[in-house]
C-alpha cells in the first residue's frame, strides 16, 4: 500500500527530475588522457586535414643578432643635476657597431625638438652614405610621446622603417637600455653634474 508521504517523495523526485538538468561544462568535452599526439594525427589525416606546419621560432634576440648591421635605436636617459634640475639625453645607438650619437640635451624635450634632432642626424648621416657605408633599415624605438608622427616621417624619408616596442617592455630595446646602465654605473653616479654644459 502507498502512502501519502510516499506519494509527496515521488511527487517531488519526477517534479525535480523534470525541471532540473544535468550540469554540464561549456565548451568542448575533455579529451581522455589516454589520447596521444599520434591519435590525433591520425583523426586529422582521416579526416583530409593536414598538420599545421611547425614555425620556425625566431627569438627576438636572434633577430636583433642576425639584422644588427641594419638596425638602429633611439632612446631618452635623464641626468639629475645638482641643484636638482633633470636634464633629458637623446642618443641613437648603431646595434653592430655600438656607436653611439649623442644628439641634443634639453630639459624640455617635446615632439618638434625631437624631430629636429633626427633630422640633424639624417644631415650627418649624408656624408656616410656617399662613403659607401651601409644605411640601416630599421629603427627600434619605444613608445614615448615625444616620438611623433613627424618624427617617423624623418625616420621613413631617411629609408628606415620604424619598430615601436612593446609597451612596458624596455628588453625590446635591450642595445640602448644597455648603454644607459653602463653610463649611469661608469660616469653619472662618479660625477657631480652642474649645468647642461
Same mark, same amino acid.
Given at each position: 500500500?502507498?502512502?501519502?508521504?510516499?506519494?509527496?517523495?515521488?511527487?517531488?523526485?519526477?517534479?525535480?527530475?523534470?525541471?532540473?538538468?544535468?550540469?554540464?561544462r561549456p565548451g568542448r568535452p575533455?579529451?581522455?588522457?589516454?589520447v596521444s599526439a599520434t591519435t590525433i594525427r591520425t583523426v586529422l589525416l582521416r579526416n583530409?586535414? %593536414?598538420?599545421?606546419? +611547425?614555425?620556425?621560432?625566431?627569438?627576438?634576440?636572434? #633577430? *636583433?643578432?642576425?639584422q644588427a648591421s641594419a638596425i638602429l635605436a633611439v632612446d631618452f636617459f635623464t641626468v639629475e643635476t645638482v641643484r636638482l634640475k633633470t636634464f633629458y639625453v637623446l642618443f641613437f645607438i648603431e646595434l653592430h657597431t655600438r656607436r653611439v650619437r649623442l644628439?641634443?640635451?634639453?630639459?624640455?624635450?617635446?615632439?618638434?625638438?625631437?624631430?629636429q634632432r633626427a633630422r640633424e642626424?639624417?644631415?650627418? %648621416?649624408?656624408?656616410? +652614405?656617399?662613403a659607401g657605408t651601409s644605411a640601416p633599415? #630599421? *629603427?627600434?624605438?619605444?613608445?614615448?610621446?615625444k616620438f611623433t608622427r613627424a618624427f617617423d616621417a624623418v625616420i621613413a624619408a631617411d629609408g628606415m622603417q620604424t619598430i615601436k616596442t612593446p609597451?612596458?617592455?624596455?628588453?625590446a630595446n635591450a642595445?640602448?637600455?644597455?648603454?644607459?646602465?653602463?653610463v649611469r654605473q661608469e660616469c653619472l653616479d662618479w660625477m657631480l653634474i652642474w649645468s647642461r654644459r
Open positions: 500500500m502507498v502512502t501519502p508521504d510516499t506519494l509527496v517523495r515521488w511527487h517531488r523526485r519526477l517534479v525535480a527530475g523534470a525541471w532540473t538538468y544535468p550540469h554540464r575533455p579529451l581522455a588522457s589516454s583530409g586535414l %593536414r598538420p599545421a606546419p +611547425r614555425r620556425a621560432s625566431v627569438t627576438w634576440r636572434a #633577430f *636583433l643578432r642576425a644628439v641634443g640635451v634639453t630639459d624640455h624635450p617635446n615632439g618638434p625638438w625631437v624631430v642626424l639624417s644631415m650627418s %648621416r649624408e656624408g656616410e +652614405r656617399t633599415r #630599421f *629603427l627600434v624605438r619605444d613608445r614615448d610621446s609597451i612596458q617592455a624596455p628588453n642595445f640602448a637600455e644597455r648603454w644607459v646602465r653602463t
